[in-house]
């Protein structure tokens, strides 16, 4: 049976986001991924024994919270290795400028959409069949995701992504420190990745 590890991130030390939060985050992460091979090894139990089938159907519905979980984080930690930057003529930027005018209006619509009262996610897609990008704010992760769409950035905006270091009402404060330490050039190969799988 196939199993996941989980990942390790060569994480630099994060502006307005404290090494304990980082701590905290990962291990939430962490246990996302011992419940997915958690479940999958009960599913494959119960289905040798011949276990009621309602049982298992419950199990995997479970199976898609903590999946989500983990493979979002995976998306949102990978966004802070590597070099900084960005480039304003890579494809995300001319796409981010066709829709949004500029680079610092498509910034700005993220962290609009990121004041969305409540927990969940903002997540950037792109949409080949449209050519477009959206920003979509997720409630929770296994639900209301963009159908087929890859994931071009991932903003984790549960609480557990900021309480260590700020309150509830400093969310913005956080939002800040996510963009400033983003690292554009994962986002970007991201895009590229997207647009060379479609055509």
Do not use: C
């Not at 939430?28 to 999958?40: F, T």
């Not at 919270?65 to 995976?74: C, T």
């Not at 969305?116 to 997540?123: D, F, K, L, P």
């Not at 557990?160 to 996510?178: E, G, L, N, S, T």
Request: hydrophobic share 45%.
């Amino acid at each position: 049976m196939k199993t996941y590890t989980a990942r390790t991130f060569d994480l630099p030390a994060l502006e307005g986001i404290s090494e304990d939060q980082v701590k905290v985050h990962l291990g939430l992460y962490e246990g996302y991924v011992k419940h997915v091979n958690l479940i999958l090894e009960q599913i494959e139990k119960l289905k040798e024994s011949g276990t009621e089938p309602y049982v298992i159907a419950e199990l995997r519905r479970r199976l898609a919270f903590e999946f989500d979980g983990m493979r979002m984080h995976e998306y949102y930690f990978d966004q802070f290795v590597g070099e900084a930057g960005g480039s304003p003529d890579s494809a995300l930027a001319k796409a981010a400028v066709e829709k949004y005018g500029s680079g610092e209006n498509f910034v700005a619509h993220i962290k609009e959409v990121a004041g969305t009262r409540g927990i969940g996610w903002v997540i950037v897609y792109w949409d080949a069949v449209a050519e477009s990008l959206h920003t979509s704010f997720v409630g929770d992760h296994e639900l209301g995701q963009l159908a087929g769409l890859p994931i071009i950035l991932a903003l984790d905006l549960w609480e557990h992504a900021y309480m260590v270091d700020r309150r509830p009402a400093d969310k913005p404060k956080y939002i800040d420190a996510f963009f400033a330490n983003l690292k554009w050039p994962v986002v970007e190969a991201r895009f590229d990745k997207a647009i060379a799988s479609a055509a």
